[in-house]
């Protein structure tokens, strides 16, 4: 009884998170029309002309990390017209077999669970040999991952956790380990924590102790388990000969939780809970392993400590505006960010990520700084996170198309190159291989590849946001229209039973239907696509919301973009604090806008260190800001000031006809909310967005010529 009542507090740390999604920052990114005065239908843009290798009227540049500063980045232009070609090879071995649950002694004492999988002969004998190990580190339960294994496609791209068939048969060896905190391993969670990152080493000793051990390793895994590939390939140990990464994080605070300084109650209500009950839940475990029943209860106990000791008082202080939770004071952060180790990693490394994906803005970031160090190749794939990852799993044997590979086949010529010296071409696929939204006429998603990101030909092309809601490559000559939004009041939070529903509520759908957006699909990891697809659509022109909608004249010709994008924004508040939302949408003709991609931004943390930004000839294109305490500054309320917003990278064509959108609301509420503070400084504040010609609104997108996309 008392460790299920223990246990029901993962549903109060849902309800917690939720319950601030619901109190905070009230109205999300509207969706909706044109907004006031809308015009438009007058004003064209037309892509840059490309001025050629080399040519530059400035210094394009890498984007920095907290150690790092910006560095020139010229572009890398071999193996440009590469084409993907699928690649298989057949089993070598005609079965598997699973050994028994196994536990690693950590160099602290502590015990990792461990399942082990091996090729084998007809009768499920194990091949007497050596093998290089595929190894991946888990939160999500090995057990779990072994049982999904055994029911799912041949995935082998994916490293879900399970035993891979596929690629065992092939002369593997599958390794899953419960990482510390999780599973039927020891520990409280630690979040990728130091504590994580050590029993990652004493992971990778264990298996070169063992005797079916070749001494080579291949690091991959999905989400969780590729974030954790990639601290352990950072720690350059010299067995580890490459690694295979899908959808991993780059920099926790910039990727997710703090994006423009403010915290994703939406993510964390529902991964956090998911990821804890997994570990506080181990009745299959002790079941299926009765002979250590008693190490996997005592470990239980372990992870359901740690809801008190280590999640409850993380949330606690995010949300109650520490320093070094809710700022990027100190190394709590720094320490859990891959991009900061990225450049630790000396071996030839695969990132796969998605075009919606929670990590959408560090998977290229993880592919930039890997790029100049090791060999490296990036896949950008449609979709949110989950959404990603089911499609690899259902569709992995799918022939080539849309100049994109199958799923299966990818992990295989990677190792084998890479683990068994087979001369599989890995090293000859494309570079730099992007999903691009509305380039497909067919419904079918489309890629285009190219020999680096961001793209050699990339330009920048800056747009100017007038008083009447056009959007132009010309500046304000004049005093023009402002406009206002109101930011959103923080309705009270229910409790007892109803907090419940609202949970539950925040799982479907949210409690306000014109608050329907790509954003809520982005930060569920895609599950709520099933149930209600309309949230990859806006609601028409017609339907006037909240939001301030800029547009373009309608495109006399495909308008191309691929890289990250930066929108400055001169606004005035009435309050001292103020949020500001910022989304690009392809507008068809039909009227319907399509978001493409957003950012978001607390004003009081617009310093930029502009040592750490990425400039694309000499344009700032994606700013670095520092969201720590010394970099804070509220605002003056009535005095304006310029507000750099970082928008998350994207790769999309605005065809001929269409129109492109620049949305500005005062709220996002699924990609960030305020935390109790900030809150208190933004209740009933007056945004005012202004576009003259002191105070020049605008945006500046990476624009590409139309001539790629054929």
Same mark, same amino acid.
């Given at each position: 009884m008392r460790v299920k009542l223990r246990v029901a507090r993962i549903g109060a740390l849902a309800c917690l998170v939720v319950g601030l999604l619901t109190a905070c920052n009230g109205d999300s990114d509207s969706d909706g029309g044109a907004g006031a005065g809308s015009a438009g239908s007058s004003v064209s843009v037309v892509a840059p002309s490309y001025p050629g290798p080399g040519a530059s009227s400035g210094a394009t540049t890498t984007l920095g990390t907290r150690a790092l500063t910006s560095q020139n980045n010229p572009a890398i232009t071999s193996n440009g017209a590469a084409k993907w070609r699928n690649y298989t090879r057949a089993a070598e071995y005609p079965n598997i077999v699973k050994l028994p649950l196994q536990f690693i002694t950590t160099r602290t004492g502590q015990k990792l669970g461990v399942l082990v999988a091996l090729p084998a002969d007809e009768n499920g004998n194990a091949i007497a040999d050596t093998f290089p190990v595929i190894l991946t580190q888990n939160a999500y339960r090995i057990d779990l991952g072994n049982a999904l294994s055994s029911l799912l496609p041949p995935a082998s791209t994916l490293g879900?956790?399970?035993?891979?068939?596929? &690629?065992?048969?092939?002369?593997?060896?599958?390794?899953?380990?419960?990482?510390l905190g999780s599973g039927v391993s020891d520990g409280k969670l630690d979040l990728f924590g130091p504590l994580e990152q050590a029993a990652y080493a004493d992971a990778v000793d264990w298996v070169l102790q063992q005797p079916w051990?070749?001494?080579?390793?291949? #690091?991959? =895994?999905?989400?969780?388990?590729?974030i954790s590939s990639l601290f352990t390939a950072a720690q350059q140990h010299p067995s580890i000969k490459a690694a295979f990464v899908n959808v991993p994080m780059g920099d926790p605070w910039r990727d997710t939780i703090g994006t423009g300084g403010m915290l994703n109650a939406w993510f964390i209500s529902n991964w956090l809970p998911l990821t804890q009950a997994l570990s506080v839940f181990n009745d299959l475990a002790i079941s299926t392993y009765p002979q250590y029943a008693d190490q996997i209860r005592a470990a239980t106990q372990e992870h359901i400590a740690a809801i008190d000791d280590v999640l409850l008082p993380l949330i606690d202080n995010a949300l109650s505006g520490v320093v070094g939770y809710a700022t990027d004071d100190g190394d709590f952060w720094s320490v859990r960010s891959p991009i900061e180790q990225a450049r630790n990693i000396q071996v030839p490394t695969f990132v796969i990520g998605s075009s919606s994906d929670i990590f959408q803005r560090n998977e290229p970031l993880l592919y930039e700084q890997l790029k100049r160090n090791v060999a490296a190749k990036m896949l950008i794939v449609p979709g949110a996170h989950a959404e990603s990852i089911l499609a690899a799993l259902l569709n992995s044997n799918n022939p080539l198309e849309n100049g994109a590979p199958?799923?299966? =086949? @990818?992990?295989l010529q990677w190792f084998d190159k890479y683990l068994k010296d087979i001369d599989s071409g890995a090293e000859k696929q494309p570079t730099v291989t992007q999903y691009v939204a509305g380039l497909s006429a067919t419904g079918l998603p489309r890629y285009l590849t190219a020999s680096d990101w961001p793209h050699p030909q990339a330009v920048p092309q800056r747009l100017y946001l007038h008083g009447d809601m056009t959007l132009s490559t010309s500046a304000p000559e004049g005093n023009e229209a402002v406009h206002t939004l109101?930011?959103?009041?923080?309705? #009270? #939070?229910k409790?007892?039973?109803?907090?419940?529903?609202? @949970?539950?509520?925040? %799982? @479907?759908?949210?409690?306000?239907?014109?608050?329907?957006?790509?954003? %809520?699909?982005?930060?569920?990891? =895609?599950?709520?696509?099933?149930?209600?697809? %309309?949230?990859?659509?806006?609601?028409?022109?017609?339907?006037?919301?909240?939001?301030?909608?800029?547009?373009?004249?309608? &495109?006399?010709?495909?308008?191309?973009?691929? =890289?990250?994008?930066?929108?400055?924004? %001169?606004?005035?508040?009435?309050?001292?604090?103020?949020? @500001?939302?910022v989304r690009v949408d392809d507008v068809g003709a039909d009227g319907v806008a399509r978001p493409i991609t957003n950012g978001l931004m607390s004003a009081a943390f617009r310093a930029v260190d502009t040592t750490r930004s990425r400039y694309l000839r000499g344009e700032m294109i994606q700013p670095w800001h520092p969201y720590t305490i010394a970099s804070k500054q509220l605002l003056v309320p009535g005095q304006a000031v310029k507000v750099p917003v970082e928008i998350f990278p994207a790769a999309a064509v605005i065809k001929q006809g269409h129109k492109l959108r620049i949305s500005i609301s005062s709220s996002n509420q699924a990609q960030g909310v305020w935390n109790y503070?900030?809150?208190?400084?933004?209740?009933g504040g007056v945004t005012t967005i202004y576009n003259d010609v002191s105070r020049p609104s605008s945006v500046v997108l990476p624009v590409l010529p139309s001539n790629l996309l054929k």
């Open positions: 879900i956790g399970g035993a891979d068939k596929f &690629m065992i048969r092939r002369g593997y060896v599958s390794v899953t380990v419960d990482s051990s070749n001494g080579k390793i291949g #690091v991959a =895994g999905t989400s969780y388990l590729g199958a799923a299966t =086949g @990818l992990l109101r930011e959103p009041p923080a309705p #009270v #939070v409790s007892g039973a109803n907090r419940a529903g609202t @949970l539950l509520r925040g %799982w @479907l759908i949210p409690s306000d239907s014109s608050e329907k957006s790509i954003s %809520w699909l982005q930060w569920s990891l =895609g599950f709520v696509l099933p149930l209600f697809d %309309w949230y990859r659509e806006s609601d028409t022109v017609e339907k006037a919301q909240s939001a301030l909608n800029y547009e373009t004249g309608t &495109m006399t010709s495909d308008y191309y973009i691929n =890289g990250p994008i930066q929108a400055d924004i %001169w606004m005035s508040s009435t309050a001292t604090e103020a949020a @500001l939302s503070p900030s809150q208190s400084l933004a209740n």
